[in-house]
């Protein structure tokens, strides 16, 4: 069996491109999309009022003549309804599905990509190693976690990369104050630099340095302390990254100065106030000028960047690179795609611009800020609220759209939750299995369980909307919208909830209950799956 899955809306569209060519000559973008109403079968098209000026003809006509054609056998039947064309799965194929997923549940969510597989980066999170995480990089873990787990699944080969900014102004700062903390452990009366980082952890960790007989320089010392910490929080966030990649190292390699050289005699650079200039307005004219070289002949951090991103197409052979940024970010997102343009790699970068988080308790926003000392950290939240929760939430709405985090509903171990609600319906699903077997039904033998017997309504859903499933990963990888998968599991868990009060799965009818065992184990892997691409675990009791 090959692990891809075949996405049935690409199936369909294909048929429709070739059936359109074949009655009217016309090679029209068919879109394909899936029902948002059950009662309108499971798949979509309106390609027939695109056509309506070619083939000369109403829409309701043209659709009449696409649906009578020999459709996919993965379909029983295609109807039109004002100029639409519905197509619904046949019962055959929802039931292939089902086998297919208990016979490999871990390859489930695995998609036949539409494209040859590519090399692809994703970096995110990126913080300053100034401090402890914060929640805004918890929130860049989860997204971009998840969007590398949806992109492996096309097939492609994905890095995920972590740019540690350990170098500039603000690790000048950060030695500044760690030194004087250091200075205020052994008892001086000295203050923190005013522009400088003023959180209680920098005395702790100085501390520790005192304590530990101040092995090595206190710059270096806290730097790399710093990083180890925030490597600790990141994988007990199960945020796994490849490669951690050193401005520092990257400054030293003579790759900015190659770039540079480029840029200048490409003729996109000038200089006034002393500066040297990008002409980002000569490439795009909403895209404002910038300073490349400062008027001290110090690097602007715009110029490293440049480069950096240049060096992952240039020398370690991306084909695509996706940067998530944090909030503020846009002009810094559109000087990039201007600056790739100029050295020949349009298109290759995604910029997706996360917003702001606001932590919310007892109805009112809990204030935070580094540089004041005043910090709910990624281990704080974890601690509060624990990984899947904090997870959960964070994809709760659209990555570039600001949210507001609910303590008090994370908190929560009631179906008000709707991570706790998810996982329940995973883990009610495992406690029926178990209830199965103690009645000595073996529930890893239903694979040849005949799932047409299964008429009720919300069986016919369950199957329905399983087959969704590897189509909410190939959209969350096309879109970088990882809120899609959660939705979705969070629709199919309560389908599966009503369904559950409405029908008993172990019953005296030996072959209904292997029917419905089969589908509740399909639905339960579907579950599993989304969970874990979420980085979120499925309990196997609660």
Not at 94 to 103: K, M, N, T, Y
Not at 248 to 260: A, D, I, Y
């Amino acid at each position: 069996m090959d692990k891809f899955f075949k996405l049935p809306e690409k199936i369909l569209g294909r048929y429709i491109g070739e059936r359109v060519k074949t009655l009217y000559g016309a090679e029209p973008e068919v879109e394909v999309s899936y029902t948002d109403n059950f009662d309108f079968g499971d798949l979509t098209t309106n390609v027939a009022f695109s056509l309506a000026k070619v083939a000369k003809k109403a829409p309701v006509k043209i659709a009449e003549e696409i649906a009578a054609g020999d459709i996919p056998p993965i379909f029983s039947r295609a109807d039109v309804v004002k100029g639409y064309i519905n197509f619904w799965f046949a019962e055959k194929f929802l039931s292939d599905v089902a086998e297919r997923i208990i016979a490999a549940p871990e390859g489930w969510g695995f998609v036949q990509p539409d494209e040859e597989p590519k090399k692809i980066q994703v970096e995110f999170v990126s913080a300053n190693p100034t401090g402890p995480l914060n929640v805004v990089s918890a929130r860049a873990a989860t997204v971009g976690s998840v969007l590398v787990e949806a992109l492996r699944r096309l097939g492609h080969s994905v890095v995920a990369e972590y740019y540690i900014n350990d170098a500039g102004n603000q690790i000048r700062l950060l030695e500044e104050s760690f030194v004087a903390r250091i200075r205020q452990v052994k008892g001086e009366d000295v203050p923190v630099p005013e522009d400088g980082y003023h959180g209680e952890y920098l005395l702790d960790y100085a501390r520790e340095y005192v304590e530990a007989g101040e092995p090595g320089s206190p710059g270096e010392w806290i730097l790399q302390r710093i990083i180890s910490e925030q490597k600790r929080v990141l994988e007990r966030f199960r945020t796994h990254f490849d490669v951690w990649f050193s401005e520092r190292e990257f400054r030293k390699s003579g790759k900015v100065e190659q770039v540079l050289r480029r840029l200048e005699e490409g003729g996109y650079t000038y200089k006034s106030g002393g500066a040297l200039w990008f002409a980002a307005s000569k490439i795009n004219p909403e895209v404002d000028d910038f300073v490349l070289v400062k008027s001290d002949g110090q690097w602007a951090y715009g110029l490293v960047d440049i480069a950096y991103h240049a060096h992952k197409f240039e020398e370690r052979g991306f084909d695509i690179v996706y940067t998530i940024l944090g909030p503020d970010h846009h002009g810094h997102k559109l000087r990039m795609e201007t600056a790739m343009k100029a050295l020949g790699h349009e298109g290759k970068l995604q910029v997706l611009i996360l917003q702001q988080v606001n932590l919310i308790e007892g109805g009112k926003r809990v204030m935070m800020s580094k540089r004041a000392g005043k910090l709910i950290t990624m281990d704080v939240l974890i601690d509060e609220v624990g990984v899947d929760a904090a997870r959960y939430f964070f994809l709760s709405r659209r990555a570039e759209a600001h949210l507001d985090f609910d303590l008090d509903l994370a908190r929560d171990t009631s179906e008000e939750n709707p991570v706790y609600y998810v996982q329940y319906a995973h883990a009610r699903i495992r406690s029926i299995l178990r209830f199965a077997r103690n009645r000595g039904f073996d529930p890893n033998s239903v694979g040849d369980a005949d799932l047409s017997i299964l008429t009720e309504p919300e069986e016919k859903l369950l199957l329905r909307k399983i087959v969704r499933f590897p189509s909410q990963i190939y959209t969350t990888a096309r879109l970088m919208q990882p809120h899609i998968v959660p939705f979705y599991l969070l629709d199919l868990a309560k389908t599966f909830h009503n369904f559950y009060t409405k029908h008993r799965v172990v019953t005296e009818d030996s072959a209904l209950t292997a029917a419905r065992i089969k589908l509740i184990r399909a639905v339960a892997e579907t579950i599993k799956n989304g969970l874990n691409l979420c980085g979120i675990s499925a309990p196997e009791q609660m």
